[in-house]
């Protein structure tokens, strides 16, 4: 059914998403905007950062929204360009983990329940929604909509994309089990509105979503509308109730845990030797880094909940 105003989107495409998926997903999307009688540019590169360039050319052309298709990788990229700018931002859900999506409460595993709920939300107002702003230590900005880790998960993450083998997601399953067994619990300074808490920490993460991982509940109460960012650290624990606690994190059943805690503020300050930061499922740099939250820089075509 032809929409009500026609626009002119970007579909970005992320061939390598959920190891393929993202390729499968992209063409009823095109097709599905272009019956509505919208005015598609769909892009698709080798690489993320052709991609990015390929994006952002587009977008100075003027457009009215970007739709990626992909997982939280794919997310970032479009949050990068498009923070804190009048340009909408759609997501296919067809990446591993999806936990932007999850939260804004978009399908997951269903493409046309996707593209559907994207075509409808094009006829409404758009939902405002928070965006992380991090600053790293050589002043380089960088958005995200989810969550920026700095702890265990980020060094898996690191050490997945440097693992050329498995190719599946038991590539981050691989990548766990290995820095389990060299982890040792890490010491941050957290600063929280210009208050310093000096710990000793397995996870540190900077939320604006609730979760990472493909559905980790880590800050279960986060939202993406309050202005705040959730802080969550779980604190200096032996291995066994390390990892004891995952099963727990995974239902957001975490919360009042006395090795866990979670505290909001507006602007964060994460330092430690030798720490590397992902948001978004994306590498940031090494620490420290400033994040701070930009209240309704986003502008996201999901339901509001
Ligand atoms: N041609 C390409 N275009 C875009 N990204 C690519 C491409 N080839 C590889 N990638 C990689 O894909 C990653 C992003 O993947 P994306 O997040 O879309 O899917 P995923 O990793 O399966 O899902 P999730 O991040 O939700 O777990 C980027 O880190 C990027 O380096």
């Given at each position: 059914m032809p929409s009500t105003t026609p626009l002119t989107i970007i579909v970005a495409i992320n061939p390598r998403a959920a190891f393929g998926l993202g390729l499968e997903a992209a063409p009823p999307v095109v097709t599905a905007l272009e019956e509505a009688g919208h005015d598609v540019t769909a892009l698709s590169m080798p690489s993320y950062d052709e991609l990015r360039e390929a994006v952002a050319a587009e977008l100075r052309m003027g457009a009215d929204a970007l739709v990626v298709v992909g997982g939280d990788g794919m997310v970032s990229l479009g949050v990068n360009l498009i923070a804190d700018s009048s340009v909408r931002l759609g997501i296919i859900p067809s990446g591993t983990g999806n936990d932007v999506a999850r939260a804004l409460g978009l399908p997951l595993d269903n493409t046309e329940a996707a593209i559907r709920m994207l075509l409808a939300e094009l006829d409404h107002e758009p939902r405002r929604i928070d965006a992380g702003r991090v600053t790293a230590a050589d002043g380089t900005v960088r958005w995200f909509a989810g969550v920026l880790s700095a702890g265990f998960d980020a060094i898996v993450n690191e050490r997945a994309n440097h693992?050329?083998?498995?190719?599946?997601?038991?590539r981050y399953t691989l990548a766990m089990v290995w820095e389990l067994l060299w982890f040792r619990p890490i010491r941050y300074r957290v600063t929280i509105d210009g208050d310093p808490v000096d710990t000793k920490g397995m996870l540190v993460s900077v939320s604006n979503g609730t979760s990472i991982g493909?559905?980790?509940?880590?800050?279960?109460?986060?939202?993406?509308?309050?202005g705040l960012l959730d802080v969550f650290i779980v604190g200096s624990l032996p291995k066994l109730r390390f990892i004891r606690l995952f099963p727990l994190v995974f239902k957001g059943?975490?919360?009042?845990?006395?090795?866990v805690t979670i505290r909001r503020g507006r602007s964060i300050r994460l330092e430690s030797d030798d720490v590397v930061a992902y948001a978004d499922g994306e590498r940031i740099g090494m620490l420290p880094v400033e994040v701070e939250v930009r209240p309704g820089a986003l502008l996201v075509l999901a339901p509001i909940l």
């Open positions: 693992m050329a083998w498995p190719r599946g997601p038991r493909g559905g980790m509940l880590i800050t279960p109460d986060a939202q993406f509308d309050d059943r975490h919360v009042g845990n006395p090795a």
